[in-house]
């Protein structure tokens, strides 16, 4: 059997499709956790971020030339959250989602060593990104990866859910990579 190939790049306009597929299916696990109505609103967020004019960029993970994993970055909170006040001046992930048929082959993480990788290209020190406790997978694989709490980040969205941060820290003498 031949090794697939992982490639991870910048979105274009033409993957728009692709990703919100693969947004909404990456998140649907979390589907019985929402009432129907709350679950069409968050379905429809999801497809809407896709278009969000206040992201720096969007990546992809392509899998043997298929669009199976997405994340996007922020260069801050008012960009990303529309909260000036939280104080984030530095770059954020948001909606980082791998197609479930192909997780634990090491895409997500792929995909934030690409995102350190431009944090650290764009001349800042910290990415941060943001989750809850519902999803415990990627929890575990931001601690794995270094990334540690961050406190004083942390905020309780218009549903009432507290919502974490998680910050990584890239130090100095680190290779863009590491």
């Known amino acids: 059997m031949k090794q697939q190939e992982l490639i ?30 709350g679950w069409q609103n968050y379905s429809a967020a999801l497809a809407a971020a896709v278009d969000n004019p206040n992201m720096e ?63 650290q290209s764009w001349g800042e020190n910290v990415l941060y990104l943001h989750t809850s406790d519902k999803m415990q997978a990627a929890i575990r694989l931001y601690e794995r990866m270094g990334f540690e709490r961050a406190l004083d980040k942390e905020f309780v969205n218009q549903n009432g859910t507290h919502v974490k941060s ?9 290779p863009a990579g590491s």
């Open 8 to 37: 991870i790049r910048q979105a274009v306009k033409e993957d728009h499709e692709a990703i919100t597929r693969v947004l909404i299916k990456s998140y649907a696990q979390y589907e019985p956790q929402f009432t129907e109505e």
């Open 57 to 119: 960029l969007m990546l992809v993970a392509e899998l043997d030339g298929k669009i199976v994993g997405t994340l996007q970055m922020f260069r801050s909170s008012e960009q990303a959250y529309d909260k000036p006040e939280m104080g984030i001046t530095s770059a954020i992930v948001r909606f980082l989602g791998v197609d479930p048929d192909v997780r634990g082959k090491g895409i997500a993480e792929s995909l934030l060593r690409k995102s350190i990788e431009l944090t």
């Open 166 to 174: 998680y910050q990584y820290v890239i130090k100095k003498e680190q």
